[in-house]
């Protein structure tokens, strides 16, 4: 079903936490970056559009600011990501030019997408770059968000962002290979969930562990994303976006992961 998804798709909204873009020393993994912008170049020569939800600043900012990682100050925090922002977008790009391809940083807060008029905006934005063939890299913006006006987590931008673009397919790219009725990490006998058609008996047959270390987003936030996506008709995929060349595998059927399909 995942190669089908992806193949029909035209417009996928493409998502990376934390976890997944930080290398084993909490670092910016530019290997990786710059190995899926390959693969998705290739998809953009074959016509087909991509926007990026990509989280990261805060690990940015601690792999270059080092003396404040012990800092847990609120200001301190955004400090970092207005410095880690930087260094993130600066690795997109430095992936996706080897390929002739520009990106565009758009940061957002939750006030954002509750007023009418910049919503208008953002979607006008978002059609014109990928229209010209530019990749959107979307963030929250972490250096002026507080609690009243934070989105959460990426999951929940991602979710939106495909909403507003009136995307096709939602990836989540995380450090899990899909939905699994436990815990993997805790529970070794875990089975993986290929396929799910009915979100909400799914949630009460399902055991929801711990968040992840970099990310503040758990598997609850990625069924509450699942959730909003497919009730505008946009189906997900949840898998491991650390395997080796996981968009081709995924495309190719050699990968596992989990499909929310739209009923």
């Known amino acids: 079903m995942i190669p ?7 417009k996928i909204v493409f998502k ?14 530019a290997l990786f970056l710059g190995e899926f912008a390959e693969q998705a170049a290739a998809l953009i020569r074959g016509g087909k559009q991509i926007v990026i939800v990509s989280s990261g600043a805060q690990v940015a900012g601690l792999s270059t600011m080092e003396k404040w990682a012990r800092k847990r100050d609120l200001h301190y925090r955004q ?15 430095r992936a996706f030019e080897k390929h002739g391809i520009h990106i565009a940083q758009i940061l957002l807060t939750r006030d ?11 979607r006008n934005t978002l059609f014109t770059l990928v229209d010209e063939g530019i990749v959107p890299v979307i963030n929250e913006n972490d250096t002026v968000s507080v ?13 939106q962002s495909a909403i507003l673009w009136s995307a096709d397919l939602l990836i989540l790219f995380s450090d899990i290979d899909g939905l699994y009725d436990k815990n993997p990490k805790e529970h070794p006998n875990a089975e993986l969930v290929s396929e799910v058609r009915d979100l909400e008996e799914t949630r009460k ?12 987003g758990g598997i609850a936030t990625k069924l509450d994303a699942a959730q909003r ?10 898998a491991h976006g650390g395997r080796p060349r996981a968009l081709e595998a995924l495309a190719a059927g050699t990968q596992r992961g989990t499909a929310f399909l739209v009923e």
């Open 112 to 122: 954002d997408f509750g007023d009418q008029i910049r919503t208008l905006n953002m």
């Open 229 to 238: 996506v497919l009730s505008y008709g946009i189906p997900m995929i949840l």
């Open 205 to 216: 047959n399902i055991s929801i562990g711990e968040t992840n270390s970099f990310g503040t």
């Open 16 to 29: 990376f936490g934390s976890n997944t873009l930080a290398d084993k020393d909490g670092k910016i993994n």
């Open 147 to 159: 609690e009243e006006i934070k989105i959460g987590e990426n999951d929940t931008l991602a979710a």
């Open 4 to 10: 089908t998804l992806i193949a029909a798709a035209r």
């Open 79 to 93: 400090a970092l990501c207005a410095v880690g922002q930087v260094e993130l977008m600066d690795a997109w790009r």
